[in-house]
């Protein structure tokens, strides 16, 4: 879904959330997928439908604060509903 910034030391600007969806609908129902290291702001992007390829009412949508890294820095992990 997204390059390791650790071993490239690069961040991934551009996702493609279409292949995001269409991982996680291959996936059982709550299996956590971690989708890459962004800023928090995207998280919420998703949460209220702005993505138009990802349905939020389908996805559970978290972060978890990515250490060492700047504060708004964090790791998004997806799950199917």
Same mark, same amino acid.
């Given at each position: 879904?997204?390059?390791?910034?650790?071993?490239?030391?690069?961040?991934?600007?551009?996702?493609? *959330?279409?292949?995001?969806?269409?991982?996680?609908?291959?996936?059982?129902?709550?299996?956590?997928?971690?989708?890459?290291?962004?800023?928090?702001?995207?998280?919420?992007?998703?949460?209220?439908?702005?993505?138009?390829?990802? #349905?939020?009412?389908?996805?559970?949508? *978290?972060?978890?604060?990515?250490?060492?890294?700047?504060? #708004?820095?964090? #790791?998004?992990?997806?799950?199917?509903?």
């Amino acid at each position: 879904m997204a390059s390791d910034s650790k071993t490239t030391g690069a961040r991934f600007r551009v996702i493609d *959330w279409v292949e995001v969806r269409d991982q996680l609908d291959k996936l059982p129902a709550q299996t956590p997928v971690l989708v890459g290291e962004l800023d928090q702001s995207v998280r919420t992007h998703l949460r209220k439908g702005r993505v138009k390829y990802i #349905n939020p009412d389908l996805y559970e949508i *978290w972060t978890v604060h990515a250490k060492g890294k700047h504060k #708004n820095r964090a #790791n998004l992990y997806m799950c199917r509903k």
